[in-house]
Every structure is written in C-alpha cells, then in structure tokens.
C-alpha cells in the first residue's frame, strides 16, 4: 500500500510559477514509479511526467518539457513538480500517482494508488 497527498495548487498568471508536493508513505516506495497526471475540465486525465523512484530515471510528456521539472527527495519520501513558465493550457487538477515496477508509463490505467488531486488554475 502506498498513500499520497499532495498540496501546493493554486492560481497564478501565465508566465508565473508554482511547486507541487506529493508526500508517500507505505510500502514499496522504493520500488515504484511516481508521476503526475493532470485533468482539465472536459478533457482525458493526460500523463504530464514520471520518475523512478531508486534512480531518478525521468520522463516528461512533450507539453511540458523544458518548462516543468520532477523531482524526488528519498529523505523526506515526497516528490515534487517545479512548474514554470505556466500557460493557461495548464490549468487542471493535478494527481500524483504511483506504481510498483521499473518503467515509466504514460497510462493512467497502470497507476494503482492516486492522490486526491490539487487545482492549478493558470489565468491569461
């Protein structure tokens, strides 16, 4: 079992930037991939990026590379998405998401244990 909650929405102007957390606990966190997904209202829940857990392996889809970064701090068990450059095309509810295995995926249906989500809203 692993739990996560995460924290650190908000709003912000486009241009602007924001921090989130997901804090684990359980079991297996050291073997398991953790990502973030993210939905916005009407749309699919859309992979935005994923790391593995024991080595820092990476993966980021291709709307947000060069503007968000993930990261993993193993001391405290929480993972984090440095969200810069933000866009109005990124408002959304975030989730983080985890998975016990090696390899990254970008399909929800492979994350066993989710977060209760955090609102981002990016105005014009």
């Known amino acids: 079992q692993v739990q996560l909650v995460e924290s650190g929405g908000g709003w912000v102007q486009a241009g602007g930037s924001l921090r989130l957390s997901c804090a684990a606990a359980?079991?297996?966190?050291?073997?398991?991939?953790f990502s973030w997904f993210r939905q916005a209202p009407g749309k699919e829940r859309e992979f935005v990026a994923g790391i593995r857990w024991s080595t820092g392996n990476i993966y980021y889809a291709n709307s947000v590379k060069g503007r968000f970064t993930i990261s993993r701090d193993n001391a405290n068990k929480t993972m984090y998405l440095q969200m810069n450059s933000l866009r109005p095309e990124d408002t959304a509810v975030y989730y983080c998401?985890?998975?016990?295995?090696?390899?990254?995926?970008?399909?929800?249906?492979?994350?066993?244990?989710w977060g209760q989500g955090t609102q981002v809203t990016v105005s014009s």
């Open positions: 359980g079991r297996f966190i050291d073997t398991s991939i």
């Open positions: 998401a985890a998975k016990v295995g090696m390899v990254i995926i970008a399909e929800q249906n492979h994350y066993k244990y």
